[in-house]
Each structure stands twice: as C-alpha cells, then as structure tokens.
C-alpha cells in the first residue's frame, strides 16, 4: 500500500527505534546462568531481554525457568543439538510474535 502525499507513515525499523533508548541499555546486556537440565550443570548466556521473556513464559506455564528450559531443550534440541541459546532466542521469537 502506497501512502497519500503528505501521509505520515511510520515503518517498523523506526517504531522498533523509538521504542529503544539509552533507559533500556540493560536489555542489550548479556547474562549468564547457571541451569540443571536432566541433571547435568549448564550455562546458558542470554541477553536480559530474552531471560525476561523467558521468565514470562516459565510463569504462564506454571514452571520455574529452570524446568522450562529443560523442557525447551528436549523439544527443540532435536534440530538443533549444537546450540541452546539460539535455540532459546528462537522460542522467544515465537512466543512474542504467535502467543502475544
């Protein structure tokens, strides 16, 4: 769809831009922690703002973010057995835009 002249349009890229400021800078940053999955000790290293999805999806389901992942690395691992992070960064790609 073409604008009318003199239309203000705002594109995704700069209403993702205005959404994101210098107050938000703690988002960007990468956290570790430290998880048991099936037993076994693991780090997993995300940014703050996919821990925060992640944390609101552990509470929808009635889990600890722990036994969340657990169940996330089950399902998912079988594509993608090399990396759980990226494995995570996806789910809450899809949470956000499918369940939200």
Known sequence: MIPEKGQDVERPLTRLFSLCNTDQN???????????????????????????????????????????????????????DKNLSSCLRVVCLKYINICN
């Open 26 to 80: 703690e988002e960007f940053e990468p956290v570790r922690r430290s998880l048991r999955i099936h037993g076994h000790s693991t780090t997993v290293r995300l940014e703050k703002a996919f821990w925060t999805v992640l944390e609101l999806l552990a509470e929808e389901e009635g889990m600890c973010v722990s036994e969340m992942v657990t169940r996330i690395h089950d399902h998912c691992m079988i594509a993608n």
